[in-house]
Nanobody, 120 residues
Framework: QVQLVESGGGLVQAGGSLGLSCAAS????????MAWFRQAPGKEREFVGA????????YYADSVKGRFTISGDNAKNMVYLQMNGLKPEDTAVYYC?????????????WGQGTQVTVSS
């Protein structure tokens, strides 16, 4: 089992920046990739971006490309999401996810989420 705990959410004005962190614990050696998802009120959960531990490759949703950056520290079992140029439509609960597979369409482990609110 892998446990994930997000932190760093809050309220920020449009155009501002915010950083989120995700701490992984448990059987972290089994993790192949980690990702961030978000869910806005009344909407489905959507993919934000992912990082693969082997090689450090990252991949982003078009909606955040160029504004958000995912980074990770494998030794500390941490993954980060730096969000710049925030827009009101970025308001959502942000979730950290992890998976033992590098290519599965689903993520096995999920955090509880952290709220990000962007005011206009």
């Amino acid at each position: 089992q892998v446990q994930l705990v997000e932190s760093g959410g809050g309220l920020v004005q449009a155009g501002g920046s915010l950083g989120l962190s995700c701490a992984a614990s448990g059987r972290t050696f089994s993790i192949a990739r980690m990702a961030w998802f978000r869910q806005a009120p009344g909407k489905e959960r959507e993919f934000v971006g992912a990082i693969w531990w082997r090689g450090g490759r990252t991949y982003y949703a078009d909606s955040v490309k160029g504004r958000f950056t995912i980074s990770g520290d494998n030794a500390k079992n941490m993954v980060y999401l730096q969000m710049n140029g925030l827009k009101p439509e970025d308001t959502a609960v942000y979730y950290c996810a992890a998976d033992r597979s590098a290519s599965s369409h689903v993520f096995e482990y999920w955090g509880q989420g952290t709220q990000v609110t962007v005011s206009s």
